[in-house]
T-cell receptor, first 115, second 111 residues
Framework: DTEVTQTPKHLVMGMTNKKSLKCEQH?????MYWYKQKAKKPPELMFV???????INESVPSRFSPECPNSSLLNLHLHALQPEDSALYLC??????????????FGPGTRLTVL | QQQVKQSPQSLIVQKGGISIINCAYE??????FPWYQQFPGKGPALLIA?????SEKKEGRFTISFNKSAKQFSLHIMDSQPGDSATYFC??????????FGTGTRLTVIP
């Protein structure tokens, strides 16, 4: 089973709201990722957690705050977003975040709209 | 700077035809090359992947051809079907955290 689940599927929020995106995997993977994907563009890496520790933060604005409560869960907390943050937010996981053949498996994404 | 260049941007193929998508890279540190298929509103799904010590890999109707000296690789979809209509991303990886995507190819297979 190579399933990564994400909730909610769709989210509409105002610029003053606080919301969270959730991601879960039960494959025993120890690396988890957040990506942002705009229409007709490839995914852009935002954050990487390796063994529950933040290892990469790709200069993402502080209005995005990741959290990894345990090895199976990954959250992305959203606050004071801008309309240009509207996008598909993808979660991915991989076995260990080590070897280069460590395939990343993606979830279905959360479609975020900021009004 | 685009680490992986992909072409064409869009591709229209008749049902039963061959779809070919090409990618090129410069960084010789890349040592794993996955292809992802993405349907509208869904996340990318791993389709097929290859390591540079192999020149070709085939899985069903999907084949990756890899030319290490030219730093190029391509995806061939044989007997293309309307259900193959999706966006395809080639990618290159050096270390699992460093996954670089191509710009994507929107494939349309017409009946």
């Amino acid at each position: 089973d190579t399933e990564v689940t994400q909730t909610p599927k769709h989210l509409v929020m105002g610029m003053t709201n606080k919301k969270s995106l959730k991601c879960e995997q039960h494959m025993g993977h120890r690396a988890m990722y957040w990506y942002k994907q705009k229409a007709k563009k490839p995914p852009e890496l935002m954050f990487v957690y390796s063994y529950e520790k933040l290892s990469i933060n790709e200069s993402v604005p502080s209005r995005f705050s990741p959290e990894c409560p345990n090895s199976s869960l990954l959250n992305l907390h959203l606050h004071a977003l801008q309309p240009e943050d509207s996008a598909l937010y993808l979660c991915a996981s991989s076995h260990s975040g080590g070897p280069s053949t460590d395939t990343q498996y993606f979830g279905p994404g959360t479609r975020l709209t900021v009004l | 700077q685009q680490q992986v260049k992909q072409s064409p941007q869009s591709l229209i193929v008749q049902k039963g035809g061959i779809s070919i998508i090409n990618c090129a890279y410069e960084n010789t540190a890349f040592d794993y090359f996955p292809w992802y298929q993405q349907f509208p509103g869904k996340g990318p799904a791993l389709l097929i992947a290859i390591r540079p010590d192999v020149s070709e890999k085939k899985e069903g109707r999907f084949t990756i051809s890899f030319n290490k000296s030219a730093k190029q690789f391509s995806l061939h979809i044989m007997d293309s079907q309307p259900g193959d209509s999706a966006t395809y991303f080639c990618a290159a990886q050096t270390g699992a955290n460093n996954l670089f995507f191509g710009t994507g190819t929107r494939l349309t297979v017409i009946p």
